[in-house]
T-cell receptor, first 109, second 114 residues
């Protein structure tokens, strides 16, 4: 599976959009981009995934660049409950998900 | 609400004990996984199962075994618990064509071996 690079941490103001970048320059054609988050002392929670088209669900939007070498997770109106570690994962045919260190997002009032 | 349930939230065991961590899912998922999470090391895959009675080793299977006798239940067994197995243990499940679906995780079991 391709490796990903994310910033270690970022802050966001409550009510504003949070844009979380992820680089995956070695991604191959059949690999999906997944985003998960983990709130303190809980199990990771699935947010969204995509292959090459932009995706949106009730939690977030995923924007994937045309060359697929990077993506951005957008939380449109961040709340204090969105404070968590966010993981960007690239996954191919393998069963397993490989989690990196993720981005610690702190939403401030 | 669909869920993955882990039997214990917190567990304290003695060195050398045989420890069973239980995980049950109600989504009829084919795949089930056990991860452990440690500060600075992230989540590491211990074992996974893609069908009843089937299992495959993950990245760190040493000191662990698993059992999947029923589709909904996946057990992690520490044959002889050691202090370096003190960790947060996370169970997850997914559909068979898992690449197209996300994983659903349980809330975790924080195991302390003393």
């Amino acid at each position: 599976d391709a490796k990903t690079t994310q910033p270690t941490s970022m802050d966001c103001a409550e009510g504003r959009a949070a844009n979380l970048p992820c680089n995956h320059s070695t991604i191959s054609g059949n690999e999906y981009v997944y985003w998960y988050r983990q709130i303190h002392s809980q199990g990771p929670q699935y947010i969204i995934h995509g292959l090459k088209n932009n995706e949106t669900n009730e939690m977030a939007s995923l924007i994937i660049t045309e060359d697929r070498k990077s993506s951005t997770l957008i939380l449109p109106h961040a709340t204090l409950r969105d404070t968590a570690v966010y993981y960007c994962i690239v996954r191919g045919n393998d069963y397993k998900l490989s989690f990196g260190a993720g981005t610690t997002v702190t939403v401030r009032a | 609400d669909v869920k993955v349930t882990q039997s214990s939230r917190y567990l304290v065991k003695r060195t050398g004990e045989k420890v069973f961590l239980e995980c049950v899912q109600d989504m009829d998922h084919e795949n089930m996984f056990w991860y452990r999470q440690d500060p600075g090391l992230g989540l590491r895959l211990i074992y996974f199962s893609y069908d009843v009675k089937m299992k495959e080793k993950g990245d760190i299977p040493e000191g662990y075994s698993v059992s999947r006798e029923k589709k909904e239940r996946f057990s992690l067994i520490l044959e002889s618990a050691s202090t370096n197995q003190t960790s947060m243990y996370l169970c997850a499940s997914s559909r068979s064509h898992g690449r197209l679906y996300g994983y659903t995780f349980g809330s975790g079991t924080r195991l302390t071996v003393v």
